[in-house]
């Protein structure tokens, strides 16, 4: 998950659980303003694993070492414990009115946690075990940057917001419908120009929620006057209720998007597994991965001997495998069943063995990529006279006809055999 939504997600626990306070308002720090901040930072701190990474010259630490020590639950009490310590250290220094060092431990974990868990529903992989185990478990639910989750986090807050001051409700309503619509016309221009295109109705459907959210539910103008006449600590008591009924509806929404996750990805996998069967495939791995940009879209994914076969998954639509018992359409090879329903896939064929694609195997960075492949697949290919050995995750899919697939290590070679360099291809 993004290091964004992180943050997104750890002030929104903080506000649904434990009361917290907006990170930005006029009020002076308080204990509920800390909360909320300690819990934000929580929930991005693992990320700060990076800054190794941008002090380094070693480019194969994003799968050596992000998402590990920093991930890890086994060292979650420990960042926990350290983290409230400083808390407490800078709000004695500041003179705030912090909470106990208990409460603070407890609300980093939580927020360490949340983000351990929402790298978890990512293809990425997180090694949570590290430093006794250095697996990358990855549940494949949400792919690594979803839009529509990081609303759900983030909308309920804003609301909080703009309904918390019935006199200011109607500007920040129509502030914050206008800043969120552009943004959705935005992602959509970025989603398109990646190979994962939103459609126009998805788009309209997304800014009339917005508009029921936010526009519908403004206060009249006898509620406005009603709260003018109230005391402050009525008001008081108003804000932190309509902050808390909103936070907690959006942190319930969060986790019903995360259930319906994993049902859809149970059914993914079901018709990754049919095909396979279907295919009389020698399976070695398979698994079924999300695509943007939204819970209907999945990637297929079968590793056998001879290489990767794919499959490209809308679940909106009918499964193919009710109706059909074999396959008769590919890219890159094809069946002869015409008789029966068309199922699409490609192939990714795993090269032929010779002596650069061995020695390149043997390499110490080449090790670790394959150690982070979970679909890998070997190409080879000469310029200029020039070996080139290239191995692909297919994990992380072509976005696009014509691009290379992320996280695509290459090894040239001169013709005696010699390494003329390594390097990911960008």
């Known amino acids: 998950m993004d290091t964004i939504t992180h943050g997104i997600s750890g002030a929104l626990i903080a506000k649904a659980l434990f009361n917290g306070d907006d990170l930005f308002t006029s009020r002076s720090m308080n204990r509920q ?71 603070l431990t407890g609300i980093y974990a939580a927020g360490i946690l949340s983000h351990i868990l ?47 001051s019935p006199e200011k409700a109607r500007r920040r309503a129509i502030a914050s419908f206008a800043i969120f619509a552009l943004a959705i016309f935005v992602i959509q221009r970025i989603a398109d120009a990646v190979g994962a295109p939103i459609s126009s109705a998805s788009v309209l459907l997304f800014v009339l929620i917005l508009a029921a959210f936010l526009l519908l539910p403004l206060p009249t103008n006898e509620k406005v006057q009603q709260s003018q006449r109230s005391d402050l600590g009525a008001q008081d008591l108003a804000r932190t209720n309509t902050r808390l ?4 509806f959006g942190l319930a929404c969060a986790c019903l998007y995360l259930a319906l996750a994993v049902i859809a990805h149970h059914s993914a996998l079901s018709r990754v597994k049919k095909f396979a069967a279907m295919q009389k495939l020698d399976v070695q791995s398979l698994g079924a991965l999300p695509m943007p940009p939204s819970l209907w879209r999945w990637d297929g994914l079968v590793q056998t001997a001879r290489g990767v076969y794919e499959i490209r998954m809308d679940l909106s639509q009918k499964s193919p495998f009710e109706a ?7 890219e ?23 002596v650069y694609i061995r020695a390149a195997k043997e390499l110490p960075e080449v090790e670790k990529v394959l150690w982070f492949d979970r679909f890998p697949v070997t190409r080879y290919h000469e310029e200029a006279g020039e070996p080139i050995v290239e191995f692909s995750d297919m994990r992380f899919p072509r976005m696009g006809r014509g691009r290379t697939p992320s996280f695509t290590y290459r090894v040239r070679f001169d013709p005696s055999g010699k390494v003329l360099d390594q390097a990911w291809v960008k």
């Open 324 to 330: 059909s018992s074999g396959a008769n359409s590919s």
């Open 33 to 103: 303003r800390i909360v909320t901040w300690s819990s934000m930072l929580a929930a991005i701190f693992p990320d700060s694993d990076v800054l190794r990474e941008l002090l380094s010259h070693d480019n194969l630490l994003i799968i050596s070492w992000h998402r590990s020590i920093t991930h890890s639950l086994i060292c979650l009490p420990v960042f926990a414990v350290l983290l409230a310590a400083f808390t407490r250290w800078v709000g004695r220094w500041r003179k705030w009115d912090t909470p106990s060092f208990l409460i």
């Open 118 to 164: 929402l790298d978890l529903v990512t293809s990425f992989g997180t090694m949570v075990w590290s430093p006794l185990k250095w697996s990358r478990p990855a549940w494949d639910l949400i792919f690594i940057v979803d839009f529509t989750f990081t609303g759900i986090l983030l909308v309920p807050q804003i609301l909080a917001w703009v309904q918390e």
């Open 332 to 354: 890159f090879s094809t069946g002869n069943q015409p008789e029966r329903a068309a199922i699409e896939y490609r192939f990714y064929p795993e090269a032929n063995p010779n």
């Open 245 to 248: 009924r909103w936070n907690q």
